[in-house]
């Protein structure tokens, strides 16, 4: 399905219809149902900042994954624009975080509880500064600041390898404490394959 918006192509994938369907229907971990939703909430952070800069997105498409933002025109030239856009997603997840732990401290309560470490840990993985996340776009941009191109690609890609070494470690520590879960060391292949095949 896809419609405009105040000029903005909206599209939404029957990947996304479908499971949001499925976790309507079906009984899934509340976690995972957080996740999903504080995702879209970090997504829309993004979006507000791009706004803010008054930048109109091309197209924001619903899929599997969430949410993607299309830019109509790259705003990288405007170095404190884009650290302002890639840091406004996880500053949406700390906000909802601390909410989340304002009410825990006053009244408690499970579900308070899960959405504060939801949403920090949505901020804490995306804030690493590594090639694909938004710490890496934001450190990158810093460093176009301040040294050459070519500098800035290499220092960058040496921070990126060095935080994902550690990241596939702390993968490999969880697969085998829980003996299942390799949900952090997937993400941490994946990213490296990313910072490899980067032209």
Request: no cysteine.
């Given at each position: 399905m896809s419609f405009v918006v105040l000029g903005v192509r909206v599209e939404i994938g029957f990947l996304f219809t479908a499971s949001a369907a499925f976790l309507l229907v079906f009984n899934v971990n509340d976690s995972i149902k957080l996740a999903i939703i504080?995702?879209?909430?970090h997504e829309l952070?993004?979006?507000?900042?791009?706004i803010i800069c008054r930048e109109k997105p091309e197209c924001v498409s619903f899929?599997?994954?969430g949410m993607t933002i299309v830019r109509r025109s790259d705003i990288t030239q405007n170095y404190y624009k884009e650290i302002?856009?890639?840091v406004s997603g996880p500053l949406a997840n700390l906000i909802f975080a601390l909410i989340g732990c304002l009410v825990y401290l006053k009244k408690g309560g499970e579900l308070s509880l899960k959405i504060t470490a939801v949403n920090f840990a949505i901020a804490f993985f995306n804030l690493m500064p590594v090639f694909g996340l938004d710490g890496?776009?934001?450190?990158e941009s810093m460093l176009k600041q301040n040294f050459s191109e070519n500098a800035s690609e290499?220092?960058?890609r040496l921070v990126s390898f060095f935080?994902?070494?550690?990241?596939?470690?702390?993968g490999f520590y969880i697969l085998i404490s829980t003996g299942y879960n390799f949900t952090f060391l997937a993400i941490s292949i994946y990213l490296t394959v990313l910072l490899f095949t980067k032209s």
């Open positions: 504080f995702s879209l909430v952070g993004h979006l507000a900042a791009i899929g599997l994954f302002f856009t890639a890496g776009r934001a450190l290499k220092i960058m935080t994902l070494v550690v990241m596939m470690g702390f």
